[in-house]
């Protein structure tokens, strides 16, 4: 079980992005984890992740980006065919209501058991829930292009995404802002991985049983 954990480099005026910071103390974990940085950008973000998995045939993909302003761990559930950026990314490039990728489908669903790592957050004291829009940014697009490029590929693995809150030290510049420490974040990778690894079925949080 391979799992390949990817972070953003800092974007939209920040110095730093916690995706990033947390992903990177997951290097090598079970011997297991392999981590990689990617690129804000549009552009590149997918050919950096597309070269990685390539070369290292991961059986998980998951990737993680900032979610400013969100208060949980934000599991991912849909992954949509629109790029349209409020801001530019970080090589100054905005697409507007264009395709992640042309004539494909209008969504990909996260093929991870998030409600099952939802529930194992929540066991362990971390804030956590599901969410149904990954934004139209640089994440949407990765988690997008990911989830249609592991079809393509003879070992097809599971692709997921994550947003996460900002670091302490950045809300303090954004008033009003939830965050979580970085401890927080760095223990919510380690579960999560923890989970994929131990692998196991779905389960349904009214009525209890898995699927
Ligand atoms: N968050 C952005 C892109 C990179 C990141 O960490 C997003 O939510 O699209």
């Given at each position: 079980m391979k799992i390949l954990l990817t972070g953003f480099e800092p974007f939209g005026g920040e110095s730093i992005n916690p995706s990033w910071e947390a992903v990177k103390s997951l290097q090598g974990y079970r011997d297991l984890v392999d981590t990689l940085e990617l690129p804000c950008t549009f552009d590149r973000c997918l050919q950096v992740l597309e070269d990685r998995v390539r070369t290292r045939a991961p059986d998980i993909i998951l990737a993680v980006g900032q979610a400013g302003g969100r208060p949980s761990i934000s599991l991912e559930k849909v992954a949509i065919n629109l790029n349209e950026a409020r801001i530019p990314d970080n090589a100054g490039e905005q697409p507007l209501g264009t395709p992640v990728v042309p004539d494909a489908p209008a969504a990909y669903f996260s093929q991870?058991?998030?409600?099952?790592?939802?529930?194992?957050?929540?066991?362990?004291?971390?804030?956590?829930?599901?969410s149904y829009t990954a934004g139209t940014f640089v994440c949407n697009h990765l988690f997008y292009g990911a989830s249609h490029l592991a079809q393509q590929l003879p070992q097809q693995p599971r692709v997921g995404f994550v947003h996460i809150p900002y670091l302490p030290e950045q809300a303090a510049r954004h008033p009003g802002s939830p965050s979580m420490a970085l401890a927080t974040l760095c223990e919510a990778m380690r579960l999560i991985c923890d989970a994929l690894i131990a692998g196991g079925e779905e389960i349904d949080l009214i009525t209890g049983t898995t699927h």
């Open positions: 991870l058991p998030l409600k099952r790592l939802m529930a194992t957050l929540q066991e362990c004291g971390i804030p956590a829930d599901l």
